[in-house]
C-alpha cells in the first residue's frame, strides 16, 4: 500500500518472528536483535578470506572489527566466538538490522563452511543457531499513533547510511552518534599520519594513504572532509532535531589499528582505562589529530550549515580536563555558547557523577554512557565473557549513581540523557529511567518504537496516584 512520508512518521512498523519448527540446537549466545534468519554457513578466520563469502550467507567468525562492515552488510545473519552486548560485531549489527547471536564461544569450531543453520533472535535474550533450514513466520505490523510522551525517546546511530535508513522513525533527534564509525570504516587512516605523513614508516601504509589522498593537497584535509560529510549526513537526517556527536573514542589498540596507527600508538595493557577519551584530545601525542576533528565538526556546522551537530566529550575524568578540552575547542572555532554551539559531556565515570554540579558549570548537558559507568561502578570488565552475568545495569548501585546524577544535574539545570544499551534490552529499566525523571533516552534503532510504548506505560503508571488521590 503507498504510504506518505507523514503515514510512516506517525505509524512505524514493526516485524515479529516466530519459529514454526524447532531442530537440535546447535550454539548459544547473546541475541541481538529480535528477527530470524537462515542460510548457508561461511567460516571466516580472517578478511582475507572474504572471497568465499557468498551474500546472503551466514557470517560466521571469531570476533569483528571495522573491516568486517562490508561482508557484515551482506550477510543474513553474524555468529562470533567472542563479544558482548557492547561489542562492535553487536552494535554494528543491530544499525544493520541484521540478527546476530554473539559470544558463542565455538561457532567456529563447530560450525563448517556450507552448513545450512537457522540463526534466531526471536526468542528473548538468548540467542540460538539451529540445525538446518527452518520454518518460520514473519508477522509485519503497523502501528497507529504513538503515544506522547514527556521523555523524549532519541536514537543511537553511527553509519551515515544508517540515518537514511532510520530517519523516518519519530524520534526528537539522535542521542549518540558515533565518530569512530566514519574513521575506521570511510577514512580508515590514523589521523596522525596524515598529520605526520613525512614521519611514516610504514611502506605499505604510505602506499594506500598516497592512493587514498591522491586527489587532496594536503593530506589532512582528506580526514577533515570525510569527516565533516559524515557527520553532516547524519545531522542532515534529523534537522533541525539535536544530533549529539561524541568526539573520538576509540581505544589505542583501535586506533593502531587505523592504516598507519600502530608508530603513533602506545602499548597498553588495559586501554579500556588508558589513554581514551579527553585524556588524548589536548596531549601532544595526539593535540594535531583533535585538531582535525574540530576542523570537520566546525566544517558540517558552519560551511555546510547543519548547526543542530551538538558535541559531547567522551571519558572525561576531571573538570581540568574539560577545561582543557574545552579551550583547545574553543582555539579551532568551537566555543561553546558561540552561535548557540553546546558541548555535552559523557557521564561513564563515577567521577562525573560526585563532581555533577561542577561539571555543569562547564557544560551545556550530560548523557549517561551506561556500559563504562556499570564497568566502573561494579568493576566489572565490560568485555568479559567470564564476568557477563555480573555485568548489569539494573545493579542498585549503578541505579542509585543514575538517579544521584539527575538530581544533581537538575539542580543546576541541566539535562540528564542515557545513550546506553539498557533501556533497549530491558523494558523495566527505561520505566526506572522515567521515574527518576530522564529527560531523554536514546535507543537502538530497531528498538524505538518498543521503548516508546514503555515510556508512555511508565508515565501513565507514575501518574495514577496523583490522578486517584485529586
Not at 552518534?177 to 598529520?195: C, D, Q, S, Y
Amino acid at each position: 500500500r503507498p504510504e506518505t512520508v507523514e503515514s510512516r512518521k506517525k505509524a512505524g512498523k514493526l516485524s515479529y518472528f516466530s519459529l514454526r519448527e524447532r531442530s537440535p540446537v546447535l550454539l548459544e549466545g547473546s541475541a541481538i536483535g529480535s528477527a530470524i534468519a537462515a542460510g548457508k554457513v561461511f567460516v571466516l578466520k580472517s578478511m582475507d578470506e572474504h572471497e568465499k563469502f557468498e551474500d546472503g550467507g551466514i557470517l560466521v567468525t571469531t570476533m569483528t572489527d571495522p573491516d568486517w562492515v562490508p561482508l557484515m552488510k551482506q550477510a543474513a545473519a553474524i555468529i562470533t566466538d567472542h563479544g558482548g552486548r557492547t561489542s562492535h560485531a553487536a552494535i554494528v549489527s543491530r544499525e544493520l538490522g541484521v540478527p546476530a547471536v554473539i559470544g558463542t564461544e565455538t561457532a567456529t569450531s563447530t560450525l563448517h563452511d556450507g552448513q545450512e543453520v537457522t540463526v534466531s533472535c526471536a526468542e528473548g535474550e538468548t540467542g540460538r543457531v539451529y540445525e538446518g533450514q527452518l520454518a518460520y513466520d514473519e508477522t509485519t505490523v503497523t502501528r497507529g499513533d504513538l503515544p506522547q510522551t514527556r521523555t523524549k525517546v532519541l536514537m543511537n546511530l553511527a553509519s551515515p547510511e544508517a540515518a537514511f535508513r532510520w530517519w523516518h522513525l519519530p524520534v526528537g533527534g539522535i542521542g549518540l552518534a558515533r565518530m569512530e564509525f566514519i574513521i575506521g570504516n570511510v577514512i580508515k587512516v590514523h589521523p596522525l599520519a596524515l598529520t605526520r605523513f613525512d614521519q611514516l614508516k610504514d611502506p605499505d601504509a604510505r602506499k594506500q594513504i598516497e592512493k587514498l589522498t591522491e586527489l587532496y593537497e594536503h593530506k589532512d584535509d582528506y580526514f577533515v572532509e570525510h569527516l565533516a560529510r559524515g557527520i553532516a549526513k547524519i545531522a542532515a537526517s534529523q534537522w533541525p532535531k539535536p544530533v549529539i556527536v561524541r568526539l573520538s573514542d576509540f581505544k589505542t589498540n583501535e586506533y593502531a589499528g587505523l592504516l598507519g596507527g600502530r608508530q603513533f600508538e602506545p602499548h597498553e595493557e588495559n586501554p579500556m582505562l588508558g589513554f581514551r577519551g579527553a585524556s588524548r584530545y589536548y596531549s601532544d601525542r595526539y593535540r594535531d589529530g583533535f585538531a582535525l576533528e574540530c576542523r570537520a565538526i566546525a566544517k558540517a556546522r558552519d560551511e555546510i550549515g547543519l548547526q543542530n551537530v551538538v558535541v559531547m566529550v567522551p571519558f572525561c575524568r576531571t573538570t581540568a580536563e574539560a577545561d582543557r578540552v574545552l579551550k583547545i575547542m574553543g582555539e579551532h572555532g568551537l566555543a561553546r555558547g558561540v552561535g548557540a554551539f553546546k558541548v555535552y559531556v559523557m557521564a561513564e565515570i563515577p567521577s562525573n557523577v560526585v563532581q555533577a554540579e561542577a561539571f555543569a558549570e562547564r557544560f551545556d548537558g550530560f548523557s549517561i554512557g551506561s556500559n563504562d559507568l556499570t564497568q566502573l561502578v561494579l568493576g566489572v570488565d565490560r568485555d568479559s565473557a567470564e564476568l557477563a552475568p555480573l555485568f548489569d545495569e539494573r545493579d542498585e548501585a549503578v541505579m542509585e549513581m543514575i538517579r544521584e546524577l539527575i538530581v544533581r544535574a537538575h539542580r543546576r539545570h541541566r539535562p540528564v540523557g542515557i545513550c546506553g544499551q539498557a533501556p533497549s534490552d530491558h523494558p523495566e529499566f527505561a520505566e526506572f529511567l522515567v521515574k527518576a525523571g530522564i529527560d531523554t533516552i536514546s535507543v537502538n534503532p530497531d528498538s524505538v518504537l518498543d521503548v516508546i510504548e514503555h515510556v508512555a506505560k511508565a508515565e501513565r503508571d507514575q501518574h495514577r496516584p496523583q490522578e486517584k488521590a485529586a
